[in-house]
């Protein structure tokens, strides 16, 4: 597979030590962490922002350092960029194509973006979720191989999360590799074809969410209230979080533990079900619960 992006033993101190990644041509790979584990200094130094103090970033075959432009064949929508508030969606679409030398959006784009009704439209007036959708398009004017995507659904509601969703399966087949930092881990399990979670600046781990979450066996899950005193369990492995008590084991374990917790929680109904992305980072971190991740 052709590496698009090869990120190699990336360092920015204190946010970030030693991240390495790639994004292979047909890729969609997603980069998690909650705020303030690295993923904000990743995306700067990847899009040129800020210098890291160690490591290479290559793309499409190129070395690229601070201050470089964004090379040929790259498009990018981070967060907090904008267009003047005066400027029509439909000019700065004019506009971004006569710099690529491109005919603009294809008509599948603009109906995936909903971005037909806001082309007569001043940025200024848009929405906040109008506006993310304008600039997701616009990063995608010049055809790029590479499509770098920060928080690309952060404030959206559900309809406009599932409109940038479905171009990012997209830009999967019809472009060439996609980065996506987010920190919805059950965003990443349903978008990616790899995920490179990271805490403390570090890669925790790297691959497929189906391999993630099988790095925690064959086991079952059952969340309880955070205020449960939980024993020690046969079977069970007992992971303490802010919103719940997660126990991990086999199902018939699980059954058990129920049984023995059933008195103290009254007439309540707990259900036992297969981990997710979201357990196995927990399991790997084995830290309580960061606030920030989404459930």
């Known amino acids: 597979m052709t590496a698009l992006l090869n990120v190699t033993d990336l360092s920015l ?68 960029e904008r267009l003047p508030d005066r400027m029509r969606v439909g000019d700065a679409v004019r506009l971004f194509s006569r710099l690529y030398g ?28 109008q506006r993310r959708l304008v600039m997701i398009g616009l990063a995608l004017v010049g055809n790029p191989e590479l499509v770098l995507l920060d928080d690309p659904t952060g404030g959206l509601k559900e309809g406009g999360k599932n409109r940038v969703e479905h171009v990012i399966d997209e830009l999967r087949s019809g472009y060439g590799g996609v980065c996506v930092l987010l920190d919805d881990l059950a965003q990443a399990e349903r978008l990616a074809d790899r995920v490179v979670l990271l805490r403390d600046g570090r890669v925790l781990a790297e691959g497929s969410p189906s391999r993630l979450v099988g790095l925690l066996g064959s086991v079952h899950v ?72 989404e459930a």
Do not use: K, N
């Open 222 to 293: 059952l969340s309880v209230p955070p205020h449960l005193r939980v024993d020690r369990l046969s079977e069970v492995r007992v992971l303490p979080c802010a919103a719940a008590t997660y126990l991990y084991g086999p199902r018939p374990a699980l059954e058990a533990a129920i049984q023995e917790l059933a008195p103290m929680s009254g007439d309540r109904v707990w259900s036992i079900r297969r981990p997710t992305l979201r357990d196995a980072y927990l399991t790997l971190s084995a830290v309580p619960e960061p606030a920030a991740l």
């Open 102 to 129: 491109t005919r603009g959006l294809s008509g599948r784009l603009i109906d995936l973006l909903d971005l037909e009704p806001l082309m007569a439209r001043r940025f200024g007036v848009l929405s906040d979720g």
């Open 13 to 80: 101190s204190p946010v970030l030590e030693e991240v390495s990644f790639t994004v292979g041509r047909g890729e969609v790979v997603c980069v998690v962490g909650p705020p303030g584990d690295g993923a904000g200094a990743l995306m700067a130094c990847l899009a040129g922002e800020a210098e890291p103090d160690a490591g290479q970033i290559e793309m499409l075959g190129a070395t690229v350092g601070t201050g470089d432009r964004r090379p040929a064949g790259m498009g990018a929508a981070l967060r907090g």
